[in-house]
């Protein structure tokens, strides 16, 4: 993306306002570069030339969470997330990756095989590098590693979730047909997710794909502005998925689901033979709690007596309008009373690799949600986004709220299920 293309964007900005009242940053800084008008002045600034590309800029770029909550909140219409991520591309085009992050997306990332033996040896090995935090929750960097050493981590599963499943869980040729994408967080963190997504799928009548071959979305590289890659494992993704006989992709990930409906128009807008493949996998995909709110829940439902609270996860609310399944969904189950919080939707500061480089101020977003948490006197979070569970439960366990169990929504649907079918 040139810069040129930028501005034709950033002119639309009439400079309200509107969005200091809606920015997690700019509430925490109070600066006006932190905020969304503040930002597309500096990309205006060096597109005219009055300002150089230099560090500070680049700091100033890597002070947003792509929540959204400016975006929607635009009298104008202003995509200043879109704006923020092409100023990343440019700056990574013009000066480079940083050398952890040019590791971890050029020579992990792109490589499936790599990626996953490298975290299959660090479930190996993790206790070596971790330690166990309080109370049994997660565990702790011993060594800083380019992690706070107060960051609490869930541990990597032993056994990634697409290594355990069969390539076809079910065969019912009677029944619809769906792929499930994984997702990273959910493959290699979290695959007691994709074992509730499997048993909600079977339970409503869904054979279910798991295909072997699916890797990372491309999401954290593209939000960081390396787009050689995101490109890479957009179109690793979409040439798995795009010719199953299926009548459905589901995802469990806001950002994945994101990234397949919505932004791999834009990753792949310049790719010959694309556009095609990007408009089937952006017509089959759909969230589980889309999914399932669609058909509504079939069979019996036992009791699940549990006081919830729901989180709503950016990319999942406010980038694919996934707000109200998972509440229809929740109070269906006998037994489980929704407890709103006061601000639901509000980030709770992870953005992915935002909140392992800039840490503190990650964390003071997040007690804002960790408070909204508490006050509704829940047993249980629940949400529709991993990274927002690992990092909620950070907030939690330092703020000795650890009590508070946190799930992903389809955890909590799928105790409603006893017994598979």
Request: hydrophobic fraction near 35%; proline fraction near 4%; glycine fraction near 8%.
């Amino acid at each position: 993306m040139q810069w040129e293309e930028l501005e034709k964007e950033a002119i639309r900005c009439i400079k309200c306002g509107a969005c200091q009242t809606v920015c997690p940053i700019f509430k925490e800084l109070e600066a006006e570069s932190t905020v969304a008008r503040g930002k597309v002045n500096l990309i205006k600034a060096v597109i005219r030339g009055d300002v150089e590309p230099n560090e500070n800029f680049s700091e100033r770029m890597s002070w947003c969470l792509a929540c959204k909550a400016c975006v929607e909140n635009c009298p104008s219409g202003v995509k200043v997330d879109q704006l923020v991520i092409g100023a990343r591309q440019k700056l990574v085009e013009d000066k480079g990756l940083p050398f952890l992050k040019r590791m971890i997306f050029r020579i992990g990332l792109r490589n499936r095989r790599l990626f996953d033996f490298g975290l299959g040896m660090g479930s190996v090995f993790q206790n070596l590098l971790f330690r166990p935090a309080a109370n049994g929750q997660g565990m702790l960097p011993r060594l800083p590693m380019g992690l706070d050493k107060r960051r609490v981590l869930t541990p990597l599963a032993a056994k990634n979730f697409t290594s355990r499943c069969s390539e076809i869980n079910t065969t019912l040729p009677e029944e619809k047909t769906v792929a499930f994408f994984t997702g990273c967080m959910i493959n290699y963190v979290y695959p007691e997710i994709g074992d509730a997504v499997l048993k909600l799928l079977k339970n409503n009548g869904s054979s279910v794909i798991v295909p072997k071959n699916q890797h990372c979305c491309g999401t954290p590289a593209y939000i960081n502005g390396d787009l050689s890659t995101a490109k890479e494992l957009a179109k690793a993704t979409v040439d798995t998925f795009c010719d199953l006989e299926v009548d459905k992709i589901i995802t469990a990930c806001g950002s994945c689901g994101l990234a397949l409906r919505n932004e791999y128009f834009e990753i792949l807008s310049d790719e010959l033979g694309y556009k095609e493949k990007v408009e089937r996998i952006a017509e089959k995909t759909m969230d589980i709690a889309e999914y399932l709110a669609q058909k509504g829940l079939q069979g019996e439902l036992s009791q699940v007596n549990k006081e919830v609270t729901y989180h709503e996860s950016c990319h999942l609310g406010r980038g694919l309008k996934v707000r109200k399944q998972p509440r229809d969904l929740m109070k269906s189950v006998p037994g489980v009373n929704l407890q709103e919080m006061k601000d639901p939707g509000r980030c709770c500061g992870a953005a992915g690799s935002f909140s392992l480089s800039h840490y503190d101020l990650s964390m003071k977003i997040n007690k804002y949600k960790t408070d909204d948490i508490v006050n509704t006197g829940a047993q249980v979070l629940v949400t529709g986004c991993a990274a927002c569970m690992m990092h909620i439960k950070d907030g939690l366990n330092q703020g000795d709220n650890s009590q508070i169990k946190v799930m992903h929504t389809a955890e909590l649907l799928a105790e409603a299920y006893k017994k598979d079918k």
